[in-house]
């Protein structure tokens, strides 16, 4: 991709009492989970989402990693941007970078996701279309940046 | 119903460390999705979970009462059982009584969901069918008890 | 207490993905875990919090009701409202009612949670003491509004 | 280590309705919080969980990996078995493997967990003891196994 330094797609989420573990901070799976947020935020701006609903065509997650670098506790807000950071051919990854909002922001956590485009109807890979590729490309290039 | 001192339907669930939060005793939520598993437990043996599939008539829920007993901790398995305790025209009730399971069963939790038959496609409540009514009566009386 | 149809404390909290199940909506059990969150900024703002820290006397749940008025998805923003319509002598309730903002804000549930003031030293119920009784009376006058 | 292909610790999860998100398959932070439980058998079998407690040095999560190789639904349970598959001066991996219990079991993810020994007094690393070092050794070795 071309870009690499920009973030299209992000969404900002206040940490939830219940989102802490016995630890007394924030546990370590929902930090998974506020990157599927801001994920379903770029199918939906990118048009993956209604891809899936209209022809069955749509992402499936292969794979996650994780790098945790501080906790976070309630009373916190976490931004949470993405962008897509490599395009095969029925395949594409997309880099997480989350940040504890304030004066000072910090960096909490940054992750990447390898999906895999999936035809459900046939239980197959398939390719990413043209279409999405144009899109996807000018989402990153910052001409589409529709967001929460 | 006839047989109010009768658990047809159970299922035993291992505590999960990340089901504690940070008071360092399992969240108040999760007792609640106990008591879903063990409902929908209860859908697949009465033929609901196959009503909604095929006809679009299913069960909401309506509403949720639960008394919290004694905390639960990391370690201990939980008891979940469950029974028809109310069926109306188009609602029913199902209770809940949840034991962490020992040489000596503690209860730790009792709960109550209401339920409403609805109909998916035209949005409206829908009576609770004879068959239904027949399955969920034998259920209770002991004479056809599906459980995991 | 004197104020019925005030909310004091409140909280706005977006829908995740994650939130959603497999029946489309979100989970029943997420709704309680925002109602979760609206009580604990309650328990920060009325001292609550501290005194359970400064002296391991503190709030515990003994009950909670709920009842659920309208499916929510992901996309919308829910507003959480609290208020305190019970003190007793070692005992609370608190209200909740959830609402999706928007143009038109739709009430989408509303709940109740039995509270006990438990003096986790002596393992015993405690009474609320004058002090969080009179900074709880100014709460719910809307002279002290802390919220998120 | 010594032992690559034995997987001394493990722990069998049946799947919960709620564990399932709007795809209708188990979201795939469950399979995190999966491992998670495991690891916590870990630590409480090889003294780690009674060291934090005991002098405030435990194990901290600092990455984690997962590769996602088949769907899980509502009905399956899941076990899941972890090794130390490193141990370093100041951290440790941990791998997982999660398999569906049947009569041809298939196996469903795998997963590292990258772990440091944390000194919560001095918020630094701190050395994996030479004691936890030999029954983490036993363990591995198969000549202590406790598990649940």
């Given at each position: 991709?071309?870009?690499?330094?920009?973030?299209?797609?992000?969404?900002?989420?206040?940490?939830?009492?219940?989102?802490?573990?016995?630890?007394?901070?924030?546990?370590?799976?929902?930090?998974?989970?506020?990157?599927?947020?801001?994920?379903?935020h770029?199918?939906?701006?990118?048009?993956?989402?209604?891809?899936?609903?209209?022809?069955?065509?749509?992402?499936?997650?292969?794979?996650?990693?994780?790098?945790?670098?501080?906790?976070?506790?309630?009373?916190?807000?976490?931004?949470?941007?993405?962008?897509?950071?490599?395009?095969?051919?029925?395949?594409?990854?997309?880099?997480?970078?989350?940040t504890?909002?304030?004066?000072?922001?910090?960096?909490?956590?940054k992750?990447?996701?390898?999906?895999?485009?999936?035809?459900?109807?046939?239980?197959?890979?398939?390719?990413?279309?043209?279409?999405?590729?144009?899109?996807?490309?000018?989402?990153?290039?910052?001409?589409?940046?529709?967001?929460?």
């Open positions: 991709m071309a870009h690499p330094q920009t973030w299209p797609i992000h969404c900002e989420l206040p940490v939830q009492w219940g989102d802490m573990d016995a630890l007394g901070h924030v546990n370590h799976t929902i930090y998974i989970k506020w990157m599927e947020t801001a994920r379903m770029y199918f939906d701006a990118c048009g993956l989402s209604d891809s899936y609903k209209d022809t069955g065509i749509g992402p499936i997650l292969a794979a996650i990693e994780v790098d945790y670098l501080r906790p976070v506790v309630f009373g916190e807000t976490i931004r949470v941007e993405t962008r897509m950071s490599r395009m095969g051919r029925t395949s594409f990854d997309m880099e997480y970078r989350l504890s909002v304030s004066d000072s922001p910090q960096q909490v956590a992750g990447v996701a390898k999906c895999v485009v999936y035809d459900y109807n046939t239980a197959k890979p398939a390719p990413l279309s043209d279409t999405l590729r144009s899109v996807i490309e000018a989402i990153e290039a910052g001409e589409n940046t529709p967001s929460d």
